[in-house]
């Protein structure tokens, strides 16, 4: 999308189900092995009592959703913040989510509200992204 | 490692080689098929002249850090913040490295910087991360 095409208030989303092999191959392309993530037994002793997905692989999701819908071809990723606000299990069903916030038209940077929910609705991410869109 | 064991200034990091593989295979399991990342031609055309590297995919390096070694298991990723300050190309070799710059003893929360650079030094993400300690 050209940034005289973004207006604020616009949203885009993608949902996606994560599931172990997924998180397994999170693991082996990140070098992040954590037990948390990738061994139910070491996992059921954890806070968390199962095994969660890898908050960077959530996170990708909004990627996803930044590079190829909203802003969509053009986008130059320049920055991420992102809050891991609650824990996300194997199945469970995500839908990342980003919302323009802030337009700077002298330099061409969009800034987006991004939140990740869970098939319950419960945020397990929040954030920003900022993007220069060419 | 234990809270009690970390002390400011205490660094880790890992090395890894982007190759084209590990971009295509973080296209599919993000969904991000931005053809920026995923296809040369196209790529030829925008500012950076050759297909860069998933910025979520580079981050990733830093979840394997502070996941297995600094401060390793236990961790609980809690937030990063990234700044994308320079493109990743293929073949590139990435420098991950998290340095502990402030505990809050408290909370059994460690704050660390998060620098990524590529084989000429040149940083190529700059950050923070926020970590709980159990």
């Known amino acids: ?9 616009m949203k885009a ?3 996606k189900r994560i599931t172990a092999e997924q998180v ?14 990738i061994n139910e037994e070491v996992a059921q ?15 990708s999701l909004f990627s996803a959703v930044l590079g190829t819908r909203l802003p969509g071809e053009g986008s130059i990723y320049l920055g991420q913040d992102l809050r891991f606000v609650a824990p996300v299990f194997l199945n469970d069903t ?4 980003v919302e323009v916030i802030e337009l700077r038209e ?21 954030g920003t992204a900022t993007i220069l869109v060419r």
Chains 1, 2 share one sequence.
Do not use: W
């Not at 999308?1 to 208030?9: P, Q, V």
């Not at 806070?47 to 969660?52: I, K, L």
């Not at 995500?94 to 989510?97: F, H, K, L, Q, S």
């Not at 330099?107 to 609705?121: E, H, P, S």
């Open 13 to 15: 989303s993608i949902s």
């Open 1 to 9: 999308m050209r940034f005289e095409e973004l207006k604020r208030g």
């Open 24 to 37: 397994d191959a999170f693991a082996q392309l990140s070098t992040d092995y954590n037990p948390l993530h």
């Open 106 to 126: 002298d330099k061409r940077i969009v800034k987006l509200a991004t939140t990740a929910i869970n098939q319950d609705g419960k945020s397990v991410i929040t």
């Open 45 to 59: 002793k954890s806070v968390f009592h199962h095994r969660v997905a890898h908050g960077m692989l959530v996170a």
């Open 94 to 97: 995500i839908t990342a989510e």
